[in-house]
């Protein structure tokens, strides 16, 4: 009998702690800044620390509230031209300090020559490498985003970024170095 009474006065504590947790979630929910959103959106999701940030996220934040948004050499120059649009400032060119725009390249592990210690896992900031402890690991190249974080900390060197080359699967239109011009448009009536 009193553990009957013990357990159904702890489910009525656990239901009314519920609906208060519940009623209090949706009173002070707070909002995120679209802007950051937004800005978080134009970047290249690489996550790869070359601005000075630990990721993209952090560096929306930062340019929200007032850093350079020249920052970024993955992203290179379409992405500070996107910023600039977005926070209405003048494009800048891209801050050597935090490195150059390169050709899209990924990570490429000469399985052979690779001792399975792991280091080039831990580095990699979108789990793009597979492998285990003692065994050879390998690039999903799909997710790598070319951060070359992973290059370093490799103890036999036998990690190298290689050009990624445009597939019929891959290849996009680069917009940005389209000319701008008039199109002649025949109108039929």
Request: with cysteine; aromatic share 4%.
């Amino acid at each position: 009998m009193s553990m009957t009474v013990a357990l159904i006065a702890i489910g009525l504590l656990a239901l009314i702690f519920g609906l208060v947790l519940g009623y209090a979630s949706i009173k002070f929910k707070v909002e995120g800044d679209p802007l950051v959103d937004q800005i978080d959106e134009v970047l290249p999701q690489t996550q790869c620390g070359q601005c000075g940030y630990p990721g993209c996220r952090p560096y929306a934040e930062a340019i929200a509230n007032g850093d350079e948004i020249n920052k970024c050499p993955p992203g290179g120059e379409s992405t500070i031209k996107k910023l600039a649009d977005l926070m209405g400032v003048e494009p800048k060119p891209l801050d050597a300090a935090h490195g150059e725009e390169d050709e899209k390249k990924v990570a490429f592990i000469r399985e052979d020559e690779c001792i399975g210690c792991t280091k080039c896992i831990q580095a990699c900031p979108v789990d793009a490498i597979l492998g285990a402890a003692k065994h050879m690991h390998t690039v999903i190249t799909e997710e790598c985003t070319g951060c070359d974080l992973c290059v370093d900390p490799c103890p036999v060197d036998c990690i190298d970024m290689v050009p990624v080359s445009p597939t019929t699967t891959s290849w996009t239109w680069d917009f940005d170095k389209t000319p701008k011009g008039d199109i002649p448009v025949k109108v039929v009536s």
